[in-house]
């Protein structure tokens, strides 16, 4: 389930980016807005799961591995790499940042997972 609940940012907040992109938006706000919609689809899986949502309780950065797909997302679309190419990038940036590293039990510089297991 861990790695399912990982490709959640990415998958929620890459077409809430792109969809803020093609109504020209500025590359700020549709960052912004594909973080929210990121957060916004994982509390509704929850809450339709019937189980209160993992962004409320785990204390995770979520937003900030979906602000890591959309960077990269926003990147690839300024370099003109076709939308598709620049989705999956953003995709799996975002689902690496959420992903816990094996080594080590969290995710590249502690940055989106935390281990639960340190305690902190």
């Known amino acids: 389930m861990e790695i399912a609940d990982a490709f959640g940012p990415g998958q929620f907040a890459i077409p809430g980016t792109s969809v803020a992109m093609a109504d020209v938006m500025s590359a700020s706000v549709s960052i912004l807005l594909g973080a ?3 957060i ?40 003109d790499v076709a939308s598709e190419l620049g989705s999956l990038v953003g ?25 639960e297991s340190a305690g902190g």
């Not at 995709?91 to 281990?115: E, Q």
Request: charged content about 15%.
């Open 91 to 115: 995709i799996g940036v975002a689902t690496r940042f959420r992903l816990p590293s094996p080594s080590i039990g969290s995710s590249p510089a502690g940055v989106c997972h935390r281990n």
């Open 36 to 38: 929210t919609t990121a």
């Open 40 to 79: 916004a689809g994982g509390v509704a899986r929850d809450v339709l799961c019937n189980e209160v949502p993992k962004v409320y309780r785990e204390h995770r950065p979520y937003a900030l591995c979906a602000l890591a797909g959309d960077l990269s997302f926003i990147g690839f679309t300024a370099l």
